[in-house]
Structure formats: C-alpha cells, structure tokens
C-alpha cells in the first residue's frame, strides 16, 4: 500500500498558476504509475495527466499545453505544474499510485480558478 498526500491547491484568477504536490510513501518502490485526476461539482472523476516508472508522460487533451506532470524520485515526490488555469479547471485534484492492478488515493486538494 502506499499513502499519498496532496498539497499546493488553492484560490487563483484566470490565466494565473500553481503547483501541486504529491508526497507518496510506504512501498513506494512497487510503484509503477502516479498519475493526477480531478472531481469538479457534479461531475465524475476525471485523469487529468501521468508519469509511469519510465519516466514517459501523458496528459489529456483539455490540459495539453497547459500542465506539466514531474516528479522527484529522490524525495518519493510528484508534481502537477499548471499555467493558464481556467474557470473549468476548478475541482478537487488527487494524487494516485499504482501498484500492479491497485490504485491507491490521497485526500484531495481544492484548486478554484476565479474568472
């Protein structure tokens, strides 16, 4: 299993940016997968952009551009670069790991892009 925490969300304008991070331990060496996704209001639970132990990175097509998925093996980190954030970019953003078939969940941070 492995425990992920979020951090770096927050209120920002249009156009404006943040970064999240992602600190992941437990058996962070099993790890074959870390990706971001993100719940707005009403909506399901989208992927947003992810890194697998290659180091290769993909990203969907609404953030293409915009965001930049990274991480930092020596400190069991992930990030979430995003410039030019939009109003629809609001939502609740989560880290996850994956480990073969399983997928294990942070908490969550809040990003809400004002217009």
């Known amino acids: 299993q492995v425990q992920l925490v979020e951090s770096g969300g927050g209120l920002v304008q249009t156009g404006g940016s943040l970064r999240l991070s992602c600190a992941a331990s437990g058996r962070i060496f099993s790890i074959n997968y870390m990706g971001w996704y993100r719940q707005a209001p009403g909506k399901q639970r989208e992927w947003v952009a992810g890194i697998i132990s290659s180091g290769t990175t993909s990203y969907a097509g609404s953030v293409k551009g915009r965001f930049t998925i990274s991480r930092d093996i020596a400190k069991n980190m992930v990030f979430l670069q995003m410039n030019s954030l939009k109003p629809e970019d609001t939502a609740v953003y989560y880290c996850?790991?994956?480990?073969?078939?399983?997928?294990?969940w942070g908490q969550g941070t809040q990003v809400t892009v004002s217009s």
């Open positions: 996850a790991a994956n480990i073969g078939s399983r997928t294990d």
